[in-house]
């Protein structure tokens, strides 16, 4: 049985033309041939990839699989271990430690408290887009903005300073900066943290890193999770809001739909994070030999997980490739699974809820300024999808 598995020689850079949303065709491929493959890292080291949506959602919950930087073996050189605070590659109980105290400040209620503030945003800028229109770019707009300033407000991070860390986040998780770029962006972003966290010490403020500072956690260590809740509550959403705007655009009969009947939105949402999937890929390395769907994946050896594939995997979702605001089969694995499910993932939701919405009501006539195929997208490479710009116009 091992001799038939399928092998995938290189992960894709990019997308077929003509298709934004849809994974890359060389997925789509080793998919139809089972739901794991054969892959080998850049490095040269053996590993799989895996497809299926069954597969890895059981892997993403197996603790015989590790999140530790370090034993990621995917590079010719050993990997140093995460710093300080950086959880979502670390396990128990490092990860707990880190985890734990954030757990309670990002409740379904206390989410939903946000919910006002998220409105008042999302005004704010739809407001400006109004006055300066008929024509904006999507992602500086709107898209950028509201998730912005939510996660600012959160950490405590002075709204003045938003627009550097913003375009240093942009360049390390963009995908598209050479190496160079991406180490002096981070090694910023660490920099300002660490002058944050300080900060709140000395004068403790309103907000979930001051509350930190209550706890035993090092000034290290508050830096480390500061990075983790900035990069991942802006990054992620912006880029949901903007290419999703962008799917429902492609899509005319779901807009109309969504249009029609706007207690459609929770679902609307739902199917947009399974259909983009914009975190598309994570890793995980085998702490002891593994049986996987039928392979066994050897100790030491690291995983690539395709949730962009396992959230299009036929056997899970009908007609997968297709965008169904109406869709009943959910369960989608855009957030994750087990232990590292996205800690930010009630904040998003609503979110993109709030944010659609209001988008879709201000502009009725809403549509893209430039043929579709001139759409800037990120490249493979970045950690998470999206778009570079959206360039839309409306009837003034």
């Known amino acids: 049985m091992g001799e038939s598995v399928y092998t995938v020689t290189a992960l894709p850079t990019e997308r077929g033309p003509g298709c934004p949303f849809d994974p890359p065709a060389e997925l789509t491929e080793a998919r139809s041939h089972g739901p794991i493959s054969r892959y080998t890292h850049p490095g040269g080291q053996p590993g799989w990839l895996i497809t299926g949506y069954d597969l890895v959602r059981s892997v993403l919950a197996d603790p015989r699989f590790s999140s530790r930087k370090e034993l990621m073996n995917v590079a010719d050189f050993e990997l140093p271990p995460a710093p300080p605070g950086e959880f979502l590659l670390m396990d128990e109980p490092q990860h707990s430690r880190y985890r734990k105290p954030l757990v309670g400040k990002f409740t379904a209620r206390r989410m939903r408290l946000l919910t006002e503030r998220v409105e008042q945003i999302t005004t704010e800028c739809l407001d400006a887009m109004e006055k300066a229109g008929p024509s904006a770019d999507l992602v500086t707009a709107f898209a ?68 930190l500072t209550d706890s035993d956690l090092t000034d290290e260590e508050l830096k480390g999770i500061g990075l983790i809740l900035l990069a991942a509550g802006f990054d992620t959403t912006a880029n949901m809001l903007s290419l999703g705007t962008f799917a429902l655009l492609q899509n005319p009969a779901q807009l109309a739909a969504l249009r029609a009947d706007p207690a459609l939105i929770d679902q609307a949402v739902e199917e947009l994070l399974r259909y983009l999937s914009v975190a598309k890929t994570l890793m995980r390395t085998a702490l002891e030999d593994v049986e ?104 003034a």
């Open 144 to 211: 950028k903005p509201i998730p912005t300033i939510i996660i600012c407000e959160l950490l405590g991070v002075p709204y003045e300073d938003r627009g550097s860390f913003q375009e240093q986040i942009d360049k390390f998780m963009g995908g598209a900066t050479s190496d160079e770029e991406l180490i002096a962006a981070y090694t910023a972003t660490q920099e300002y943290l660490a002058q944050l966290v300080a900060a709140k010490r000395a004068n403790p403020t309103d907000d979930v890193l001051s509350e």
């Open 292 to 395: 996987v769907g039928g392979q066994t994946i050897a100790a030491g050896t690291t995983v690539v997980l395709s949730y962009h594939m396992a959230n299009h995997d036929p056997e899970r979702f009908t007609d997968p490739h297709v965008l169904d605001l109406h869709r009943q089969d959910g369960g989608h694995l855009a957030f994750g699974h087990g232990i590292h499910l996205c800690l930010g993932h009630q904040l998003a939701r609503i979110e993109m809820r709030v944010a659609f919405a209001a988008l879709l009501d201000r502009f009725p006539t809403l549509r893209l300024a430039v043929p579709a195929e001139e759409v800037g997208l990120r490249p493979e490479t970045a950690d998470i999808y999206g778009v570079t710009s959206l360039p839309v116009t409306w009837d």
